[in-house]
């Protein structure tokens, strides 16, 4: 059928993003008609060398706000880049090959640093283009600092010459005298390390999450199947009137119609073609905005050597131009009759992350252009040329055996790179908001919808807003119809959170007959703190790490998909070393072990007992008895009590790990017997990784069940529901803070739920009952604002009261073990003991949290770090750079091996900075125990009473909270987070059985 209710021209970033996110809300209707052979636009990872390289979309520029990092962060799936620009990796080199001295780079480079810094404000209110302002100020500067001597004055402008290239680059200019010194303003920059890289797959794994291919593929959208390739749309043809369908013509002759087109072709081949392209022409305003906004060149040139032939330390070449060399070079190429004046064009060879043996050329502008026109033969041989008279006297450059350019001007299907705000668009006065205006029928329905980076108010130029507009322009239609059956929002159940608690109440409630059920979940993937992370072939466990027992559901459930091995681990193995080498005697390291068990398990008995004597905590508890032990060991000479002092130190790092939390004064030592092992194997393994089980549960599912990048802003709940069928009207309850949409007056605006859940996205969804399985981190931060109205007041004392704190897991990988094959571990054991805090000005300070580091059995140079306390915070706003080289340094002092090397890469968590986690898992903490609140506080159901006229009043259980948090006996399990989903699914099918059955 060629006939759609929604059609999308362009199968980029906005236009996979706009389709994943009709899909995830049950609009099915539609199809994608890409021009290329391939779907991405300017998002295409391409295949060069053994790797890959990205000829489109670099970067994830920024963290706070940025969609693809929320996206991409939390699965390990971003590095910190190597490139830089203006640090001491890169070097600046003269046309004579003379390299530029470091006090004259140093005082240039900041010299336009404070001038790029002041423009942030002088630009707001500058009329003109950013070239007239930046080249005033420097000339200014320049002269009345006396920032370089004179002799050195043609070095700074032959520097400012490429700071303006390298600024052309990043706004996409031909000219920094073309881009609008207030239009720059309106970009916005996202917090955060401005060049995240992709670790491995490039930039494609973007496009990858938007369709849930990554990291379960059982969780895929059907993006692909709606997507038709090689269909260059050549005619949009659309009625004012609104009573025939938009038709799509495509250059081989097939046609299509819908009610709505989404356009994201880019703003190049709109300003080429929007003239012939829509029929009836585009309204004026459309058109002069497509015409007032603007887009430029960017290209890259990949080069790939059989060998690395520049310093380890460098990370590329900033190339400058004396204005007597660039004349020179001129008048030889018109001798020769060889135009080679684009070389003057390319500003810099810059390292490529992930290709050691690459360098990547950026060129831009006319210049770029020029190349594009020119065989991959001469861009060989001309950049060559170039590197030569450049590098030539100091390196021997040998030939690439491998070259890549882009050429995204020449391409019919983009016509440029990506999109600026030039002075021709401040003249014309138009700007983004009109390029993304939709077009309207008489009706008033959207008829021509349009997405894609250059309709972005703020973040224009990046893939992120290319993603942020495909999604508004969706979220557009799913609004328009919100009143017709293109999205249910009405179910019986609504699930919070797709971890193994949220899955597992999922299951249960379709194994009990309710089949209409919702899981919302805030991240792009299923699991929640269940994360297995691809690595070599094999994977390694971000979250949970073992299956704690045999004698639980979750290892029932494993053994059911084969996916366990018989292979256990264990804890704290290898030799117990101190900072200065020595080695601690096992058999001391067992006695200590011993004892701080002992002591242990004596707070078991606490958790039965009325004592009024009971330990405040198991901190004071365990020092006190601790204490005891040694005052006992009348014959030990103080260096054997010191080494007991020493290791007692690292089993309260260990129990903070273990429990995670900051301190165990913090700790209850009442609740410390409600923990209940559940007998069996402990630490078992899988056979690969932790999230088969996530994905073999959601194989078992409905699909369509999960809607993902769901983050719920508000739950909306009432204490009474009246009639039988437990109906509330929406209407009169919630419209002062529901959106409806184009919503008719009708029954559709009747529709009556107990509860109405709101997603940031300002989607809403009724229900009967809700199950809350977010983290106790996350209530922690959002309790306040998430519930309406606010929770019972006992249950808001047992969120603020119990404990939930951070550990994080530190993979240092090596190209080869350092170690020999017998070692399991090696635990770190500090001379002086004591609780050290880390500190910011002192960053590698976090180190002294560490418990030591285990050797993975399954792979060949792997270490696993175990970290916790605000130690686990702290490291978590450091590079993976700066946690490896902690690492190294750290071993080498404890192993007396200086040459232990750095690892070749790092992979850690990061699960405090997680804005939908926080943390690790739950404790009870003592405050607990003034307060008398905890798990089963949580886990008490909050109910409204249903009246029905009758002398009998039922209790609906209306919110039900789940998750490890919850479970009085199996906290900071996964088998404790699922059996609390099922409980509470287990409540409302109990519930609704007692309705069926009180209505008969």
Same mark, same amino acid.
């Given at each position: 059928m060629n006939d759609k209710h929604i059609i999308i021209v362009g199968a980029g970033a906005a236009g996979i993003a706009a389709a994943s996110r009709l899909l995830e809300c049950g609009i099915n209707d539609l199809l994608i008609l890409e021009a290329e052979n391939r779907i991405g636009g300017r998002v295409w990872t391409a295949d060069f060398g053994e790797g890959v390289v990205d000829m489109g979309g670099h970067w994830v520029h920024g963290e706070k706000g940025n969609v693809v990092f929320n996206m991409a962060n939390p699965l390990n799936l971003l590095g910190e880049s190597v490139t830089a620009l203006f640090d001491n990796s890169t070097i600046f080199v003269q046309s004579s090959g003379k390299f530029v001295d470091m006090e004259t780079k140093s005082k240039v480079l900041s010299l336009m640093s404070e001038i790029e810094d002041e423009s942030d404000e002088d630009l707001k209110t500058f009329h003109g283009s950013l070239?007239?302002?930046?080249?005033?100020?420097?000339?200014?500067?320049?002269?009345?600092?006396?920032?370089?001597?004179?002799?050195?004055?043609?070095?700074?402008?032959?520097?400012?010459?490429?700071?303006?290239?390298?600024?052309?680059?990043?706004?996409?200019?031909?000219?920094?005298?073309?881009?609008?010194?207030?239009?720059l303003t309106e970009y916005w920059e996202c917090d955060g390390n401005l060049l995240w890289t992709w670790k491995t797959g490039g930039y494609h794994q973007a496009l990858d999450l938007l369709m849930r291919k990554y990291p379960d593929p059982a969780q895929e959208?059907?993006?692909?199947?709606?997507?038709?390739?090689?269909?260059?749309?050549t005619k949009i043809v659309w009625d004012k009137s609104g009573k025939e369908k938009v038709r799509i013509y495509c250059l081989d002759g097939s046609w299509y119609s819908a009610n709505h087109v989404i356009v994201t072709t880019s703003l190049g081949v709109l300003k080429e073609k929007a003239s012939v392209m829509f029929s009836p022409a585009l309204p004026d305003q459309k058109l002069v905005a497509i015409e007032g906004l603007a887009i430029g060149t960017v290209d890259k040139i990949f080069l790939k050597f059989p060998y690395r032939w520049w310093p380890i330390d460098c990370q590329g070449f900033n190339l400058l131009w004396s204005e007597h060399d660039a004349d020179e070079f001129t008048q030889e190429n018109q001798k020769a009759r060889r135009d080679k004046s684009w070389l003057q064009g390319v500003f810099a060879f810059h390292t490529v992350d992930n290709q050691p043996l690459a360098l990547c050329g950026w060129i831009t502008g006319p210049h770029a252009r020029h190349m594009e026109t020119l065989s991959e033969d001469q861009v060989t041989e001309d950049a060559m040329e170039l590197l030569n008279k450049f590098l030539g006297k100091m390196y021997n450059i040998p030939q690439p055996d491998e070259m890549k350019r882009t050429l995204w001007t020449a391409n019919p299907h983009f016509r440029g790179s990506y999109s600026f705000r030039s002075m021709k668009t401040d003249r014309l006065g138009t700007n983004a908001s009109r390029l993304a205006e939709p077009v309207l029928n008489s009706e008033g329905k959207p008829v021509l919808l349009f997405a894609g980076e250059a309709t972005h108010d703020h973040y224009f130029s990046t893939v992120h807003g290319a993603i942020e507009t495909g999604w508004r322009e969706a979220n557009r239609l799913i609004k328009l119809y919100n009143c017709h059956s293109l999205i249910n929002?009405?179910?019986?159940?609504?699930?919070?959170?797709?971890?193994?608690?949220?899955?597992?109440?999922?299951?249960?409630?379709?194994?009990?007959?309710?089949?209409?059920?919702?899981?919302?979940?805030?991240?792009?993937?299923t699991g929640g703190r269940i994360l297995s992370l691809p690595l070599n072939g094999s994977w390694v466990e971000a979250g949970a790490q073992w299956i704690h027992g045999q004698n639980n559901e979750i290892w029932k459930l494993a053994n059911h998909y084969e996916l366990l091995t018989d292979e256990v681990s264990a804890e704290g193995e290898g030799p117990y070393i101190r900072e200065d080498g020595v080695v601690l005697d096992p058999a001391l390291v067992f006695e200590v072990y011993n004892v701080v068990a002992g002591i242990l398990e004596e707070c078991e008995n606490y958790c039965v007992s009325n004592d009024s004597n009971a330990p405040s905590s198991i901190g004071y508890y365990l020092k006190k008895r601790f204490d005891e032990y040694l005052d006992s060991c009348h014959t030990d000479s103080k260096e054997v009590r010191d080494m007991k002092q020493q290791l007692y130190d690292w089993h309260i790092r260990f129990q903070i790990i273990d429990n995670s939390c900051t301190f165990l004064d913090k700790l209850s030592a009442k609740a410390w017997g409600k923990y209940i092992f559940s007998g069996g194997k402990d630490y078992v393994n899988f056979k690969h990784g932790y999230s088969s089980l996530i994905h073999s549960i959601i194989s078992s599912l409905p699909s369509g069940l999960v809607r993902l990048n769901s983050p719920v802003r508000k739950i909306r709940w009432k204490h009474y529901v009246d009639g039988p069928d437990f109906n509330i009207n929406v209407k009169e309850s919630y419209t002062n803070d529901v959106d409806f949409g184009n919503r008719s007056s009708d029954t559709s605006s009747e529709q009556k739920h107990p509860v109405i859940v709101t997603c940031d996205d300002g989607v809403w969804f009724g229900c009967e009952h809700v199950i809350v399985t977010s983290s106790l981190g996350y209530l922690k931060e959002n309790y306040r604002t998430m519930f309406e109205p606010a929770l019972p007041p006992l249950m808001v004392q047992a969120i603020q009261d119990m404990g939930f704190s951070t550990i994080n897991k530190i993979y240092l990988l090596f190209d080869k073990p350092w170690w020999?094959?017998?070692?399991?571990?090696?635990?770190?054991?500090?001379?002086?003991?004591?609780?050290?805090?880390?500190?910011?000005?002192?960053?590698?300070?976090?180190?002294?949290? +560490? $418990?030591?580091? &285990? %050797?993975?059995?399954?792979?060949?140079?792997? =270490?696993?770090?175990?970290?916790?306390?605000?130690?686990?915070?702290?490291?978590?706003? +450091? $590079?993976?750079? &700066? %946690?490896?080289?902690?690492?190294?340094?750290? =071993?080498?002092k404890f192993t007396q091996q200086p040459d232990i090397p750095l690892p070749r890469s790092v992979i850690r968590t990061q699960w405090y900075s997680n804005p939908y986690i926080r943390g690790g898992y739950s404790n009870t903490t003592s405050m607990c125990d003034s307060s008398k609140v905890g798990p089963v506080t949580l886990s008490n159901p909050v109910c409204a009473d249903v009246r029905d006229g009758s002398r009998t009043s039922l209790q609906q259980p209306v919110l039900l909270f789940a998750g490890e948090a919850t479970h009085e006996s199996y906290f900071s399990t996964t088998h404790g987070a699922y059996e609390s989903g099922q409980r509470q699914a287990s409540r409302i099918l109990e519930y609704r059985k007692k309705v069926k059955e009180h209505l008969h």
């Open positions: 070239g007239d302002y930046f080249t005033k100020e420097f000339q200014r500067r320049l002269k009345e600092e006396h920032t370089v001597s004179d002799k050195d004055v043609p070095l700074a402008y032959s520097m400012l010459d490429w700071f303006e290239k390298m600024e052309n680059s990043i706004d996409g200019s031909d000219s920094w005298f073309e881009t609008s010194g207030q239009g959208l059907p993006v692909m199947s709606k997507t038709l390739l090689n269909k260059e749309v929002h009405s179910y019986d159940v609504i699930i919070i959170g797709a971890g193994i608690s949220g899955l597992a109440a999922a299951r249960k409630l379709l194994e009990g007959g309710i089949d209409n059920v919702l899981i919302l979940e805030a991240q792009s993937y020999s094959s017998d070692i399991k571990g090696f635990q770190l054991i500090w001379s002086e003991a004591r609780t050290v805090e880390p500190s910011k000005n002192e960053p590698s300070s976090w180190t002294r949290h +560490l $418990t030591g580091f &285990d %050797v993975l059995p399954k792979h060949k140079g792997v =270490l696993l770090g175990w970290v916790g306390g605000k130690g686990a915070e702290l490291v978590e706003q +450091l $590079t993976e750079d &700066d %946690v490896g080289r902690h690492c190294s340094e750290l =071993l080498r």
